[in-house]
């Protein structure tokens, strides 16, 4: 009986483990999604092998969360990751999953945030539809806070390429309407950007991300609104900033902006170019001296109080 008793216990704690490190999947918008249009013209989204192996998303109209809780010890703090992909797809594995599995190890919930993708087809205006799934995001960690024992005051997000254009955008643009919701805070309480696209200018832009998002000929105030370096404020999150010097798609200016942008403002930043690394190395293994930004990241994120 007691043999029993045991290997009962400890069936229930496997079984109570395996259930706890799965993600939790969820659909980011309880009803109607802001300013969506059912298409017949388009269909589910695309899930796409590159030649390097890694999983890329692509039409994406339904926005998800995924949650990775830590299986250590919670520190309370949250990151929200938005993959990278030039706004026409999504780079879920190397700048989702796998940033989140680093994370966890630090005691960081994770929660990934697969964002609609802009298209005039499924979207009455496809400029905002990033820029409202990030900003509800948010509001969805904190309205829940509690019971998934997060720390609403320890809520940051990570933008990868594109991705860090989607974090950059909500970080000066948290508090604008661009949907109704109610009045929880959107603001980030820090941001990573991992050779981020912060400018829609012309001549430092990454130019797919600034025609799939804006349009081939967008309007002057819709590309001054879209650059980041422009809407710094003293309210502006702290950032971490990471980039590559021969990064051949997103120029290295970009993170240099943004970075100079925060120090006029007295934002805590911090800015690492290493001299090799190319662009979308993730968390830069085998890839020379870029892989030591994680460790720097953590460094940074204790320096800040986000991690014990």
Known sequence: MKIFYTSTIVLFLIFNFTLHSQPKVMNLWSGKIPGSIQSPLFHNE???????????????????????????????????????????????ENEGADIAKWLNEYGVTVVILKYRLPNDTIMENKTVGPLQDVQETMRVLRRNAK??????????????????????TLCTHYNDKVYDSDTTSARPDFSVLAYPVITMNE??????????????????????????????????????????????????????????????????????????????????????????????????????????
């Open 46 to 92: 695309d899930t796409i092998k590159l030649e390097d192996g890694k999983t890329r998303i692509a039409r994406v109209s339904i926005p998800t969360l995924t949650i990775y809780f830590p299986q250590k010890k919670s520190s309370g703090t949250t990151a929200v990751i938005c993959p990278g992909g030039g706004y026409i797809r999504l780079a879920i």
């Open 203 to 308: 001549i430092n832009t990454h130019t797919g991300s600034r025609k799939y998002l804006l349009g081939k000929n967008p309007d002057p105030k819709l590309v001054a609104y879209f650059s980041s370096e422009l809407h710094v404020t003293k309210n502006t999150p702290p950032a971490f900033l990471v980039q590559a010097e021969d990064d051949k798609t997103v120029p290295v200016q970009n993170s240099i902006d943004y970075y100079t942008s925060l120090k006029n403002q007295n934002i805590p930043a911090e800015l690492h170019i290493y001299q090799k690394g190319g662009h979308g190395f993730g968390l830069g293994k085998n890839k020379g001296t870029v892989s030591q930004w994680p460790d720097a990241c953590i460094k940074w994120l204790k320096e800040i109080g986000m991690i014990d």
């Open 147 to 168: 019971e998934w024992n997060l720390n609403p005051n320890k809520i940051g997000v990570f933008g990868f390429s594109a991705g860090g254009h989607v974090a950059s």
